[in-house]
């Protein structure tokens, strides 16, 4: 894939490489290193569209958004990553064979270049992933297993021990917070600072992203928009979650403007850094 963007900031407007975007510009800034950044990614339509309903009742993203140069920095994002963040509903949608992918980074030969950067850097093979749920009501994932991964549920305090022990004895650790229902961001946060990651990729949706939003935990958004209305209702936007008490501000750190897609629209490649 030699695809070529726009860069309309930071100045000067000039012709850049998508290949290597996101995987060769530092992830994060100077002045954090030391810690665990947390970074997560999108791709929605102009009307704020990034999942629709597909029956019996899942959710799915749309075909008309995703598209292969938004997947190759998806895949940039995820090389840099120590660790995924995803969610119980991937759990669910794995085992009934539709999830979306097998967890980055990808076999493909396209991103052969991601894994030895990956090497370079020191990291290992493929990130360690972690899934929130409240409930524990999925499959252990085996061949995650099988891969060597090393895969995490943190939950909370009410799926039933038998659920808890039942995933445990598959080989997944699986980790009780305190409290009944959602787990604290913060409390996710300090707990994958103590597991000694300084990467966390969130590929989950738009309730983990409220949980890392809400909690002050985001330090940066990229989000693809792709120059397409789609309409709808009720359908997923990036974040869902009670009303903040204060807005969580951003401030543009680059955008990049992909003239077309492979199916010929063009979208807008966003990265926003908390202020
Ligand atoms: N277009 C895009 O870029 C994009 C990106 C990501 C996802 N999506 C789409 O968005 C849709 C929703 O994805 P998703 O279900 O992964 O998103 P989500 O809304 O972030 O995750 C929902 C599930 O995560 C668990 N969860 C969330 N916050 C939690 C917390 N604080 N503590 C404990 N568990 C928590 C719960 O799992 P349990 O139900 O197991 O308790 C909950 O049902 C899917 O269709 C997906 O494909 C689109």
Redesign the pocket.
Known sequence: MTASLLRLYPPPTEAVALEGLYLNAPLVPSDLQARLFVYA????SLDGR??IAQPPG????PST?ANPHDWRLFQELAGHADVLV?????LRDWAAGQA?DSLPVGSASAFADIHRWRRRQGKAGQPDVVF???????PAPRRLLQEGRTVRI???DAPPRERFAALTAEGLIVERFAGNG??D?KEIVARLTALGYRRAYC???????H?LVSAGCLNTLFLTTVHRLLGGEGF?TIM?GALLGAPADYRLRSLYYDTHTPDGVGQMLARYDRH
């Open positions: 990614n999108f791709v929605m990034i999942a899942r959710q799915v993203v958004t995803s969610s119980g509903r991937y979306q929130l749920s409240e409930d524990l009501d999925f943190f939950t909370g959602r787990i961001g590929v989950a949706g738009p309730q983990v992203l949980t997923a869902e």
